[in-house]
T-cell receptor
């Protein structure tokens, strides 16, 4: 069974530029998460989807961050414009259903803003 | 609100020695507790989880953890460390089966030959 797939693995951009990350969850997993992991820290939830509905986006900085999960499968996370402080690893995870808190993580996208 | 405290950002042990990584949690409801491992440039992999029932939980790679409600702890142990155990370990708590994972800051485990 394929795991959670994220792309790109690494991205370097200049500040004020836009950037997008893509995630393909495990087949059949209805719940999808985006996490932010700063250096030396644990992951922090940005947004949680149940199918195509964003059920928890309270920690998503909506002035510059946006996310979508069309058709309840793949998801994209966008930052526009990027700031130096956005440099971090962006992790995508998925769970089989709402009642299962166990999350399966992708390898992440390491963003460097210069 | 849920929170997790991992004592010690860096733990170093010799190969063959006991591994003990400490985790204390705060939760307003009976918690679900997890340990994840992260190897360099990789995502997180679940080691073990406690939901309900038996308080001693066995996971992959010889790790186990014990849920102690009175101490609000969920420490991770392994009797004998291997070089391949060197990685970063994260403890996480969730508010029951519906809650989001709240992670600690992580403990980096080094294993000396």
């Amino acid at each position: 069974e394929a795991g959670v797939v994220q792309s790109p693995r690494y991205k370097i951009i200049e500040k004020k530029q836009p950037v997008a990350f893509w995630c393909n969850p495990i087949s059949g997993h209805n719940t999808l998460y985006w996490y932010l992991q700063n250096l030396g820290q644990g992951p922090e939830l940005l947004i949680r989807y149940e199918n195509e509905e964003a059920v928890d986006d309270s920690q998503l900085p909506k002035d510059r961050f946006s996310a979508e999960r069309l058709k309840g499968v793949d998801s994209t996370l966008k930052i526009q414009p990027a700031e130096l402080g956005d440099s971090a690893v962006y992790l995508c995870a998925s769970s089989p259903d709402r009642g299962n808190t166990e999350a399966f993580f992708g390898q992440g996208t390491r963003l460097t803003v210069v | 609100a849920q929170s997790v405290t991992q004592l010690g950002s860096h733990v170093s042990v010799s190969e063959g020695a006991l591994v003990l990584l400490r985790c204390n949690y705060s939760s307003s409801v009976p918690p679900y507790l997890f340990w994840y491992v992260q190897y360099p440039n990789q995502g997180l992999q679940l080691l073990l989880k406690y939901t309900t029932g038996a308080t001693l939980v066995k996971g992959i790679n010889g790790f186990e953890a014990e849920f102690k409600k009175s101490e609000t702890s969920f420490h991770l142990t392994k009797p004998s460390a291997h070089m391949s155990d060197a990685a970063e370990y994260f403890c996480a708590v969730a508010k029951g089966s519906q809650g989001n994972l709240i992670f600690g800051k992580g403990t980096k485990l080094s294993v000396k030959p």
